[in-house]
């Protein structure tokens, strides 16, 4: 089965890192660009970042350059996005999703991940 | 790049059609065939309704369709079901490279 696997919920403390994950299974990893799309609480979905796992060519929205950071290990078939310390205005869903016809379209998705910043 | 235009809202009766208008600049939408449309439940993933302006999924519904004008593109549903009922989101590839959302509209079936 063609899927991406996310890791679980997580709840962190303001000035805490993070890394999740998204595992893609069933196709050819390194063939399809993988996103990250955030969407806090009540508002509507936003790109963080887009990378390609054949040659980890990464691409960060403007908002979120310097922020974030998205990475992937090949051998394992995982995409990661990272913090080096969160803020309460962190938490959110986040999403991993698979490109098709490069970037243009998104036609999977992982189940998402809930992160919690709060003190 | 700042996020494409779209409205806040919009509603209509089953089986009547709504569109949802998406706004965006020669730099994206008008610069590119490359808009596609995602549904989204609450506490669901996006779903792919429409892809490349106005091409459909296999298993969407022929009631859903894309067209584009310009730097605006649009989404029209026709025949108005309950379960249309969410949140709907453009999206357009960019000249950075990178692919940008919309803001969102929430679709209400009175």
């Known amino acids: 089965e063609v899927q991406l696997v996310q890791s679980g919920a997580e709840v962190k403390k303001p000035g805490e890192s993070l890394k999740i994950s998204c595992k893609g299974s069933?196709?050819?990893?390194?063939?399809?660009?993988i996103g990250w799309v955030r969407q806090m609480p009540g508002k509507g979905l936003e790109w963080m970042g887009i990378?390609?796992?054949?040659?980890?060519?990464?691409r960060y929205s403007p908002s979120f350059q310097g922020q974030v950071t998205i990475s992937v290990d090949k051998s394992i078939s995982t995409a990661y996005l990272q913090w080096s310390s969160l803020q309460a205005s962190d938490t959110a869903m986040y999403y991993c999703?698979?490109?098709?016809?490069?970037?243009?379209?998104?036609?999977?998705w992982g189940q998402g991940t809930l992160v919690t910043v709060s003190s | 790049q700042s996020a494409l235009t779209q409205p806040a809202s919009v509603s209509g009766s089953p089986g009547q059609s709504i569109t949802i208008s998406c706004t965006g600049t020669?730099?994206?939408?008008?610069?590119?065939?490359?808009v596609s449309w995602y549904q989204k439940h609450p506490g669901r993933a996006p779903k792919l309704m429409i892809y490349?302006?106005?091409d459909r999924p296999s298993g969407v519904s022929n009631r859903f369709s894309g067209s584009k004008s310009g730097n605006t593109a649009s989404l029209t549903i026709s025949g108005l079901q309950a379960e249309d009922e969410a949140d709907y989101y453009c999206?357009?590839?960019?000249?950075?490279?990178?692919?940008?959302f919309g803001g969102g509209t929430k679709l209400t079936v009175l």
């Open positions: 999703a698979r490109g098709s016809g490069g970037i243009t379209r998104i036609e999977l």
């Open positions: 069933g196709y050819s990893f390194t063939s399809y660009w």
């Open positions: 990378i390609y796992p054949g040659d980890s060519d990464t």
């Open positions: 020669s730099s994206d939408v008008g610069g590119y065939n490359y």
């Open positions: 490349d302006v106005s």
């Open positions: 999206n357009s590839y960019t000249s950075s490279g990178t692919p940008v």
